[in-house]
């Protein structure tokens, strides 16, 4: 399958800080992305999803300015958990969108834990 | 929107036996079924996937069937190992992987 990678893979921060998380499609071109956030032995949120070239599309309930999401080619997308408190602690996992033809799959990153003091 | 539910939230089978796992979606329009198997602290990995032109996929031990009208599918695991320990998920979309809706997840365990 394809790869997807996500750095970093773990990040410690203090409260009020900002943190940026990366996202690549290593071996194809993704013009769509998604985040999403886990819980400990929960699913998977989806909180945005990431588009080459426009404003991201977040979901119900996630607030863009504290989470902004930049696209910009078609192998990155950046989430910036901005003035970071002890909350937003949690599992952030990116996937990328793979097309091919009709057939379109999401290929997940490893994680990025951010543990915010 | 749509709504997945899954079963059972944990599941401990003997090496060797098959395991089997439910999910339920609310929206008939919804045409595409990963399923994913996440180890502790990794990423979620597409097993298999269904999507809704065929009742039944196999790849090698791991089977879906997917039954429209009751609006349900199902992960069957045959002659499971320690290593398909892990959380599997399924998930429901409409149209493609665009707008995946996760279940709750099942933690699958297997004994040795």
């Known amino acids: 399958g394809a790869v997807v990678s996500q750095h970093p893979s773990r990040v410690i921060c203090k409260s009020g800080t900002s943190v940026k998380i990366e996202c690549r499609s290593l071996?194809?071109?993704?013009?769509?992305m998604f985040w999403y956030r886990q819980f400990p032995k929960k699913s998977l949120m989806l909180m945005a999803t990431?588009?080459?070239?426009?404003?991201?599309?977040?979901e119900q309930g996630v607030e863009k300015d504290k989470f902004l999401i930049n696209h910009a080619s078609l192998t990155l997308s950046t989430l910036t958990v901005t003035s970071a408190h002890p909350e937003d602690s949690s599992f952030y996992i990116c996937?990328?969108?793979?097309?091919?033809?009709?057939?379109?799959?999401?290929?997940f990153g490893p994680g990025t834990r951010l543990l915010v003091l | 929107g749509e709504n997945v539910e899954q079963h059972p939230s944990t599941l401990s089978v003997q090496e060797g036996d098959s395991a089997v796992i439910k999910c339920t979606y609310s929206d008939s329009a919804s045409n595409y079924f990963p399923w994913y198997k996440q180890e502790l602290g990794k990423r979620p990995q597409l097993i298999i996937d269904?999507?809704?032109?065929?009742g039944e996929k196999k790849d090698q031990r791991i089977a879906v069937t997917l039954n429209k009208t009751a609006k349900h599918f199902s992960l069957h695991i045959t002659e499971t190992q320690p290593e398909d320990s892990a959380v599997y998920f399924c998930a429901a979309s409409k149209g493609s992987a665009r707008q995946l809706t996760f279940g709750s997840g099942t933690q699958l365990t297997v004994l040795p």
């Open positions: 269904i999507r809704s032109n065929v």
């Open positions: 071996d194809f071109q993704a013009t769509t």
């Open positions: 996937s990328a969108l793979q097309a091919g033809g009709v057939q379109e799959t999401q290929y």
């Open positions: 990431s588009n080459e070239g426009s404003k991201a599309t977040y």
